[in-house]
């Protein structure tokens, strides 16, 4: 990529702009049912970010031209860095807590596995997708899951289809959902909120950013706590995300597939 | 991680090489400036001023480069996001010198200050293949990938509340 791109001031400008502009709004709070929707600064950066984006709307292109818009994709990752820095740095201080908590943070790794149990009989039996359902709900397609459906059936197989559509809508709107989501679950008061926190850690890094701040939001006393397992589960994930899809997920995920289709004869794929 | 027809892939192995921040580190290291400015200045409504907040963000700064070295030259692949983290964790232990000073200078950066920029970004990241895509796939993957979503969060959440 080239250099002049990734540092086109108008990006830079642009991103500084919203951001001040989205942190003055500030956080917002819906009450919804028996909870709350935290609004946060980063949902209406993102919108406001998509409002300007070339792509979408093509007169956009004369504020910000449609390769500076390509540059900003790898941007993203280099742009999260110093927020896990940040991160890191509550984890640090806190490190008796998670050490005592430890067992905990290590067996809720395998609750990962819970993506498939809810998504996956209802994709193949609610809206009766065929292998696509396998690739969409083994994991949470964040990068490294992508690896491993790329090596093993290639990106343009239906498991690949199914990967990428989830990985897309990830992108769109995964940091966001989570963020409402976390913060309305810890409003219902009905799971212990550390324990919330450590589900927060995904393996995403805009998306554990999302959901613990919406956690800190929620339960602002405990703020650092909640931060520190957040953190700490998200390293977890980092560390055996990749084996636990690879050895557990996806084979649990394929013999489950096999069970719900009934063992029947491959039917024909209706995915467009 | 080889990807098997990388011509075809359009998601292809090259492409994921690209996008490895610790590759390029001289590139990194001035976009990585770039990103900081962002959330420097993103950290004034609801952090602290600019001098204020300075030390901090130097210090998130270093750490990402140091992260970034130690990923480049580890014989074993983590994702540089884990190395930058555990450098910063090794930085706060109580029994690291100086971690009361870093901490104290860490406060001045505001948590949520520093993401908002991120999504900035990825909002205008967003490219003409990714919102086809997303007609294309339509609302069964959304709903799908919304259920995947609840049901690691959910799931995690479970366990963790019954182990504690």
Redesign the interface.
């Given at each position: 990529?080239d250099?002049k791109l990734?540092?086109d001031w108008r990006?830079?400008l642009?991103?500084?702009v919203?951001?001040?502009f989205?942190?003055?709004i500030?956080i917002v709070r819906i009450p919804l049912g028996p909870g709350t929707l935290l609004l946060?600064?980063?949902?209406y950066?993102?919108?406001?970010?998509?409002?300007?984006?070339p792509?979408?709307f093509s007169g956009m292109g004369k504020i910000?031209p449609k390769p500076v818009?390509?540059a900003?994709?790898?941007?993203?990752?280099?742009?999260?860095?110093?927020?896990?820095?940040?991160?890191?740095?509550?984890?640090?201080?806190a490190?008796e807590q998670i050490i005592a908590?430890g067992?905990?943070?290590i067996?809720?790794?395998?609750?990962?596995?819970?993506?498939?149990?809810?998504?996956l009989p209802?994709?193949v039996l609610v809206?009766k997708?065929g292998r696509?359902?396998v690739g969409?709900?083994y994991?949470?397609?964040r990068?490294?899951n992508?690896?491993i459906i790329?090596?093993r059936y290639?990106?343009?197989s239906p498991e690949g289809?199914?990967i990428?559509?989830?990985y897309?809508?990830?992108?769109?709107?995964?940091?966001l959902?989570?963020a409402l989501?976390?913060g309305y679950?810890a409003s219902l008061d009905i799971?212990?909120i550390?324990?919330?926190a450590?589900?927060?850690?995904?393996g995403s890094?805009?998306m554990v950013?999302?959901?613990s701040?919406a956690l800190?939001e929620a339960v602002p006393g405990s703020r650092d706590e909640l931060?520190a397992f957040a953190?700490a589960?998200?390293?977890l994930t980092?560390?055996t995300g990749l084996y636990i899809s690879l050895f557990i997920a996806l084979p649990i995920t394929e013999w489950l597939y096999k069970r719900l289709k009934g063992n029947a004869p491959k039917e024909v794929r209706h995915e467009s | 991680m080889k990807a098997n027809d990388t011509t075809a892939n359009q998601f292809d192995a090259e492409a994921l090489k690209e996008l490895r921040p610790e590759n390029q580190l001289g590139k990194t290291a001035l976009v990585l400036a770039a990103v900081c400015v962002a959330a420097w200045f993103s950290n004034i409504v609801n952090g602290a001023p600019l001098l204020d907040a300075l030390p901090g963000m130097l210090i998130l700064y270093v750490m990402v480069i140091i992260g970034l070295v130690i990923g480049r030259v580890c014989p074993f692949y983590l994702p540089s996001v884990a190395w930058v983290s555990l450098v910063s964790i090794i930085a706060t232990l109580p029994v690291f010198p100086g971690s009361d000073w870093i901490i104290a200078r860490l406060a001045e950066v505001n948590f949520l200050a520093v993401v908002t920029p991120v999504l900035a970004y990825a909002g205008l990241a967003l490219t003409g293949r990714e919102f086809a895509m997303f007609k294309q796939t339509g609302w069964k993957l959304v709903l799908v990938a919304l259920l995947v979503f609840t049901g690691t969060f959910i799931g995690s959440a479970f366990v963790a509340h019954l182990i504690l």
């Open positions: 990529m250099l990734l540092l990006l830079h642009m991103v500084i919203t951001s001040m989205s942190e003055w500030g946060l600064p980063l949902l950066a993102f919108v406001i970010g998509v409002l300007f984006n792509h979408l910000i818009s390509h900003a994709g790898p941007i993203i990752l280099i742009a999260i860095l110093p927020f896990i820095a940040k991160f890191g740095s509550t984890i640090g201080p490190i908590a067992p905990a943070l067996l809720q790794e395998l609750g990962n596995l819970g993506t498939m149990l809810l998504a209802f994709a809206l997708m696509e359902a969409a709900t994991s949470i397609a990068e490294p992508i690896a790329s090596d290639g990106l343009r289809i199914g990428m559509g989830v897309v809508v990830g992108t769109m709107f995964g940091t959902y989570f989501m976390a679950i799971l212990d550390r324990a919330l450590m589900a927060c850690g995904v890094g805009s950013a999302a959901c701040a800190a931060l953190g589960s998200n390293l980092y560390a | -």
